[in-house]
């Protein structure tokens, strides 16, 4: 008979929430820890000696993911994954990735108070950088994991022509350290990732937890538009090549693009004129985009309407337009037997849950390279997040935890 699992204690997950989210830039709204930053530095170290409390043995591997074992009682060589990111965007809020990551520990809490001993190691991992960078590239350290950080991510340029590579040179990393931090699909039973859901259907549904049956597929554009400055208010309109213009036309057909498949959405997250000047036409304007769906044939599509947009944009004003697409991600299931093993857990602790799918992006799409891997959703108020006003009720994060913790000892009950 299996030692019966202890409840969290609340107070505790609540007292680790607020210490980290003291920790964040105070020139930014919100709560704003992002990769290449100080603050971000810290507040990992912060997070590995909570590790280290919760007696992990913790290393950081060459692209900087932190990583705390707690070692199993010998069932062959491949562990289980738990863990998410504690980056930030910037002005974000104190959920999206840190509940992941605090509650992992105090799921190891509850399965040490409760006597139970895994059989296999347990990794719970902080990830390296998470939300996307100033080079549009997100989930760095899962990818290393994976395997899926390539010469050409390391070579992509910020608006600066820097690349990444240069980037993680020089924050003390070093890109020839990457291919070492992957881990091999032979040593992975299982990831597991607990999240806020940053969307509004489990409140909607009035459900507690959700388990999330697939991930949205993402591509990322920069398009650059190369028009003429001229006098604001001397160049008649019909003789202007303005660049932000172009831009603009591009905003809106991305909005219509978006609203073209079933789950699809398209945003464009950033547009910059230069000058910046309010009696200047533009010369120049860029803009980042992402496309998202859960239909990877919808991709083809909305990339062939995205470059025929910049084209008519951009030809209609004498500018020159071009797209630089990223490396795209395609939507990834989670692993449908994990989710049923997640679901009983669940059951099995007298709650509710809900199926669904995540239009946010996570680490769990990288750890999937690797061998099953699964999330379990908490309730976002309002939906929000990216934002500080994201919000999930401690009630909800101790029922994750517990729905974690139930899980990772379901796994290891697993068959290697
Ligand atoms: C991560 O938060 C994403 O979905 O962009
Ligand atoms: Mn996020
Ligand atoms: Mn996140």
């Not at 994201?390 to 029922?399: F, H, Q």
Request: proline share 6%; hydrophobic share 40%.
């Amino acid at each position: 008979m299996p030692a019966p699992l202890r409840q969290p204690e609340p107070q505790r997950i609540q007292q680790d929430l607020q210490d980290l989210a003291l920790l964040r830039d105070p020139d930014l709204a919100g709560w704003s820890r992002p990769t290449f930053t100080g603050v971000e530095r810290e507040s990992r170290r912060w997070v590995a000696a909570r590790m280290r409390a919760t007696s992990l043995d913790v290393h950081v591997d060459g692209i900087g993911n932190l990583i705390g074992v707690l070692p199993g009682q010998g069932a062959g060589g491949k562990a289980i994954v738990v863990g998410s990111h504690t980056d930030t965007v910037e002005g974000g809020g104190r959920f999206d990735g840190t509940v992941g990551v605090l509650g992992a520990l105090e799921a190891v809490r509850l399965l040490e108070e409760s006597g139970i001993k895994l059989r296999h190691d347990l990794r719970v991992v902080d990830y390296f950088n998470e939300e996307p960078n100033r080079f549009g590239l997100s989930c760095l350290g899962s990818r290393a994991l994976a395997s899926n950080l390539s010469p050409d991510h390391l070579a992509t340029v910020d608006e600066d022509g820097a690349t990444l590579a240069e980037a993680l040179q020089s924050q003390g990393l070093d890109p020839a350290d990457i291919p070492a931090c992957a881990w091999s699909a032979n040593e992975v039973l299982a990831s597991l990732e607990l999240h806020i859901e940053q969307g509004p259907i489990l409140e909607q549904q009035g459900a507690g937890l959700g388990v999330v049956t697939a991930i949205a597929g993402i591509a990322r554009l920069r398009a650059v538009f190369k028009g003429r400055r001229d006098h604001a208010g001397t160049r008649p309109m019909a003789l202007r090549q303005d660049a932000g213009c172009a831009a603009a036309g591009t905003v809106l057909a991305i909005e219509a693009i978006g609203s073209s498949g079933a789950d699809a959405v398209g945003t464009v997250g950033e547009i910059r004129f230069t000058p910046e000047a309010t009696n200047v036409v533009s010369e120049e304007a860029l803009l980042t985009a992402e496309f998202r769906s859960s239909d990877a044939g919808w991709f083809g599509l909305a990339r062939e309407q995205l470059e025929q947009a910049v084209e008519r944009e951009s030809r209609r004003r004498g500018v020159h337009g071009s797209v630089l697409w990223l490396p795209p991600e395609p939507p990834t299931a989670m692993d449908p037997r994990l989710s049923e093993l997640i679901g009983r857990s669940i059951a099995g602790l007298g709650h509710d849950f809900l199926r669904l799918y995540s239009g946010a992006g996570h680490d769990a799409v990288q750890l999937a390279r690797l061998g099953p891997a699964g999330m379990i959703f908490l309730p976002s108020k309002d939906g929000r997040s990216h934002t500080p006003e994201e919000w999930t009720d401690l009630a909800d994060i101790a029922l994750g935890v517990h729905a974690l913790a139930a899980s990772i000892v379901q796994i290891d009950g697993w068959e290697p």
